[in-house]
């Protein structure tokens, strides 16, 4: 694994999960202290809530409500507007968790500190990949300590490039992005004030201003009143434009509407909008993930959550290749099945309207085909459907489980777990009298059987052919999940 970043991460900590021992190189001696992605998207709450982390990411931030206030000053009357994330109401029916308005160097840490308890991975801080020769059954890396210069080679059956925009293991692949890769700029300004007492109980994921001089957008980065107000600028403005302190200081003020305001700023930072995908995501035994394989810009919030969705994807197929559950050929079915989200955010990110999409338009995306979200009544500990989704495949049966228990326990492949479910929460699964509902680790539905089936013949042939989830959706339109 190349990059303790988001996808590096999660990567690693699927990996680990299934008992699976890795390798993390990281070229920077800590992780990075940028705030940078502050919403944290339903679907990537739901896997981080399936680890046990959720009540560790939600201390790092701060309670919102998924609206944009609009206004010529944050002190000034202003609209609020809904965005593509759900509200809390929405979330309730559709969920076990909600969005979060967390920092991406909060949510770094708890992932680092996650995978390390597995006592299975090796982390290696200060340690770069600057170079790689790759053949189909194996891949030899080239390390440099970033501190001592000295060079080693390393072989591992998977290599999974995590490393960012600018992605060394992507160029030595000769692997090219296509989209433009300059939009347009922004500058950031990191600082600390305290906004939450003007605004009150407004509080919202973002605010953006329209004051003439200092239009722009203030976003919630954190706990206590750290804060982060972007600034974009056209691309005409060359070089690159960037702030003093001073500078930032007054723009803050006059967006905020108080002269009397005294931001401390933390840190400043240019960064560049670009929408690209790469041309393709595997060289052999290399696969690329995250930011490596697509650059979205921060318009919509989809960047980190596509990195840490198509990362847990790829995590759990490589685990089940290498715990032998499944043919290498389940490899195949990563960046068929998630480019086209990818390609998806990375589209409307570019598009200047993308962040003011809805979540009916864009929940989607981010779902993606999983199975629905019911409250198990049969429980006493409040558990999801969601919550029952196992390391390897899932079945919810309706009724009467033997037959399924017995031809569950009898088939080669991953393990399957079985679930009798009551009566109401399989009607809100679609599961009727009899029947079964089988589910992949990332609640793709991979089979669906009305009653009077013979369950081992059906489950042999299911676990043949996992379905993609593209597959799945065409046949979630055909109303196959929902009888
Ligand atoms: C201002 C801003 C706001 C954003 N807001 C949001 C948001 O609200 N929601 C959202 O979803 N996304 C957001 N994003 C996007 C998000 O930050 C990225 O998509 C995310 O960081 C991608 O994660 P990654 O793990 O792929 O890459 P990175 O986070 O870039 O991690 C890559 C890691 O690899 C390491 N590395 C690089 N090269 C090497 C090498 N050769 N050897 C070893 N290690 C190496 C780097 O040091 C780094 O730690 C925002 C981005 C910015 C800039």
């Known amino acids: 694994m190349v990059g303790t970043g988001p996808a590096g991460l999660t990567t690693a900590i699927t990996l680990a999960r299934h008992g699976i021992e890795v390798m993390v190189v990281e070229r920077r001696a800590t992780q990075s202290g940028l705030p940078r992605a502050a919403s944290v998207s339903t679907r990537t709450m739901e896997l981080l809530r399936s680890w046990g982390l959720e009540q560790e990411i939600r201390a790092g931030g701060v309670e919102v409500e998924w609206k944009q206030w609009v206004g010529p000053t944050l002190t000034a009357a202003g609209d609020t507007h809904l965005t593509s994330f759900p509200t809390r109401e929405q979330s309730a029916v ?109 509080r919202y994921c973002i605010y953006a201003v329209t004051h003439p001089e200092a239009a722009g957008v203030f976003v919630p980065a954190g706990r206590g009143d750290r804060w982060v107000y972007g600034v974009e600028h056209e691309l005409a403005q060359e070089p690159s434009p960037s702030l003093t302190k001073e500078q930032s200081a007054r723009l803050i003020r006059l967006g905020s509407g108080r002269a009397d305001l005294a931001p401390r700023i933390e840190r400043i930072g240019t960064f560049t909008f670009a929408a690209q995908l790469a041309d393709r995501w595997r060289e052999g035994a290399a696969f690329l993930v995250g930011d490596a394989a697509h650059q979205i810009t921060p318009r919509g919030g989809t960047g980190m959550n596509t990195a840490i969705q198509s990362a847990y994807d790829l995590g759990w197929k490589l685990a089940w290749v290498l715990r032998g559950w499944t043919g290498p050929q389940l490899l195949d079915t990563y960046e068929a099945e998630r480019r086209p989200v990818a390609a998806h955010n990375v589209a409307r990110s570019a598009d200047p309207h993308g962040g003011a999409r809805l979540a009916a338009q864009e929940l989607p995306a981010d779902l993606g085909g999983r199975i629905p979200h019911v409250w198990v009544r049969s429980r006493a500990d409040a558990a999801s459907t969601l919550d029952l989704l196992g390391p390897g495949l899932t079945m919810f049966t309706n009724g009467p489980s033997a037959a399924w228990q017995r031809a569950a326990s009898s088939i080669p492949g991953p393990p399957l777990v079985v679930h009798d479910l009551d009566a109401i929460t399989a009607r809100g699964m679609g599961i009727p009298r009899g029947g079964a509902l089988l589910a992949r680790p990332d609640g793709a539905p991979a089979g669906w059987w009305p009653s009077g089936t013979e369950p081992a013949a059906v489950l042999r042939d299911a676990i043949r052919a996992l379905p993609t989830p593209s597959e799945t959706a065409d046949r979630l339109a055909e109303g196959a999940y929902a009888r």
């Open 94 to 202: 559709l969920s076990p968790t909600a969005p979060a308005s967390v920092p991406q160097d909060h949510l770094e840490p708890v992932l680092l500190d996650h995978l390390r308890s597995f006592g299975i991975a090796r982390v290696e801080m200060g340690t770069e990949v600057v170079g790689l020769d790759g053949r189909t059954d194996d891949v030899q890396v080239t390390l440099r300590d970033v501190e001592t210069r000295e060079t080693r080679i390393v072989h591992a059956r998977y290599l999974v490039a995590a490393d960012g925009a600018r992605s060394t293991v992507r160029d030595a692949l000769g692997i090219v992005m296509r989209g433009p890769g300059r939009l347009s700029q922004a500058v950031g300004t990191e600082f600390r004030a305290p906004l939450w007492e003007l605004l009150g109980d407004r």
